[in-house]
C-alpha cells in the first residue's frame, strides 16, 4: 500500500543554519506530496504542496521538489529561524483522494 | 474566517469508560475527518465524511467506534469501551469539497487512557 518515509528525528539546529527533512514515499498512480508543520500547542497547516513530478512547492522559505525518478519530496530552507521549531510531517494523498497518508513527522528544534 | 474548532481539548477517563468528541468545520466545508495520532506517530484517518454521508471507515474500529455527522455540520466521535490503546490525540479537519482541496486541521483532543 502507500507509505511515506521519513528521516528521523529529532532535529536540533543553530538559527541561521541549513536544514534538509528526507522524505520518500511509496504509491500506485500519481500521488500528491504535502508538508504539514505543527507547531507546539497547535494543529497541522499545511506548508506547502506538489501536484505533479518536477512541480517544486514553496512557502514561508521552506521548498521541497516533487521527484519522481527517486520517488522523494525533501524538505528544504536555507536559514532556520527559532520561530521554525515546530514538528514537519510528509504526506501524499492517493491519487486525488483527498484520503492523506502521514509519515511519523520529524521534531525540528531550532536554538538561537 | 473561523478554523475549526474541537473540544474538549484534554480528556483522561479509564479503560472501559466511554467518551466523545466535538468537532465544528470551517462554514461551508462539505468534507469532514477524523484522524488518530499515536504518540511519535503520523496522523492515520480513522473516517471521512461528505455532507452527511460516510465516504470512508475503512480503518475505523467499529466496534468500539462510531462517529456521526448530523446535518452535515457538526460532528462527534465516540469511542465505547475506550482501551488503553486509544490514548492518541484526535484531529478533525475539513476541506472544502473535490480534489486537492486543502484540510484544515483542528487543535486536537488528547485523551489518556488509564
Known amino acids: 500500500g502507500n507509505s511515506v518515509t521519513q528521516m528521523e528525528g529529532p532535529v536540533t539546529l543553530s538559527e541561521e543554519a541549513f536544514l534538509t527533512i528526507n522524505c520518500t514515499y511509496t504509491?500506485?498512480?500519481?500521488?500528491?506530496l504535502f508538508w504539514y508543520v505543527q507547531y507546539p500547542g497547535e494543529g497541522l497547516q499545511l506548508l506547502l504542496k506538489?501536484?505533479?513530478?518536477?512541480d517544486k512547492g514553496s512557502n514561508k522559505g521552506f521548498e521541497a521538489t516533487y521527484r519522481k525518478e527517486t520517488t522523494s519530496f525533501h524538505l528544504e530552507k536555507g536559514s532556520v529561524q527559532v520561530s521554525d521549531s515546530a514538528v514537519y510531517f510528509c504526506a501524499l494523498d492517493q491519487g486525488g483522494s483527498e484520503k492523506l497518508v502521514f509519515g511519523k513527522g520529524t521534531k525540528l528544534t531550532v536554538n538561537p | 474566517e473561523a478554523g475549526v474548532a474541537q473540544s474538549p481539548r484534554y480528556k483522561i477517563i479509564e479503560k472501559r469508560q466511554s467518551v466523545a468528541f466535538w468537532c465544528n468545520p470551517i462554514?461551508?466545508?462539505?468534507?469532514l475527518y477524523w484522524y488518530q495520532q499515536i504518540l511519535g506517530q503520523g496522523p492515520k484517518l480513522l473516517i471521512q465524511?461528505?455532507?452527511?454521508?460516510?465516504?470512508?471507515d475503512s480503518q475505523l474500529p467499529k466496534d468500539r467506534f462510531s462517529a456521526e455527522r448530523l446535518k452535515g455540520v457538526d460532528s462527534t466521535l465516540k469511542i465505547q469501551p475506550a482501551k488503553l490503546e486509544d490514548s492518541a490525540v484526535y484531529l478533525c479537519?475539513?476541506?472544502?469539497?473535490?480534489?486537492?482541496?486543502?484540510?484544515?486541521f483542528g487543535p486536537g483532543t488528547r485523551l489518556t487512557v488509564l
Open positions: 504509491a500506485t498512480g500519481y500521488p500528491s
Open positions: 465524511f461528505q455532507n452527511n454521508g460516510v465516504v470512508d
Open positions: 462554514s461551508g466545508h462539505a468534507t
Open positions: 506538489a501536484t505533479k513530478a518536477d
Open positions: 479537519a475539513s476541506s472544502l469539497d473535490g480534489l486537492y482541496n486543502e484540510q484544515f
